[in-house]
């Protein structure tokens, strides 16, 4: 069912029907299955607003200008306070920043390259935010386009029945575990449709930042939280997405 491509014109791209979903529920353990397992100038996105107002002008990666205390900082939300992440702790390219957009995507709409590891939500003026993600084991991403049919601060996980069976400890949670710093999810949650069917594929935040840039999920997008809180503010829903 993948159309993994590394090409950035996805314009061609057609819908793909859903399937293997039931191997993707039941593979991983807890955290480790996807949704289980140049400054930034403020000229550059003046005029581009979100529901929540102005969008955020992104920082260099440069160790001068993004070190841990700008970029990644503790950050206290919703009651909860995520840790620091220390400069150097993953590979530089993966830290949020300002691109040349290489999608050709319009303004507003979320690209996610599998191969790549990155995420890019499209900016005016061919600029866009890339953030870097974690992505689905070979064989258990879902790719093609869809939207954002809703999105959620602090979601609640649900383990699907496959994962309960293979591990009863996980019965506890049957009905839900509730949002927190452990929560497989992570601070936000992005929920993918494509047409009026829920793919059972998020975009989401991760408390195991460390495995940006690796395909370890069962195929959700995993981000680091501070990233995902940054994404979020920016998206509204309906937004489209685009996975390849």
Known sequence: MLQKSAASNSSTLPDT???RRAVLLGAGGLLLSGCTRTLGVDGLVDGFTTAKGPVRPSLSVTEQTARSEVMYPSLTDGGYELPEIT?????PKYRRQLVIDPTGEPPG???VQLQERFLYFVMPGSQAIRYGVGVGEDGLSWSGRGRIQYKKAWPKWTPPPEMIERKPELAEFRGGMPGSLTNPLGARALYIYQGDQDTGYRVH???QWWTVGQALSSGCVRMINQDVIDLYDRVVEKTPIVII
């Open 17 to 19: 029907p859903l399937s």
């Open 87 to 91: 400069y150097g702790r993953f590979d």
């Open 109 to 111: 709409t979320i690209v």
């Open 205 to 207: 935040g991760t408390p």
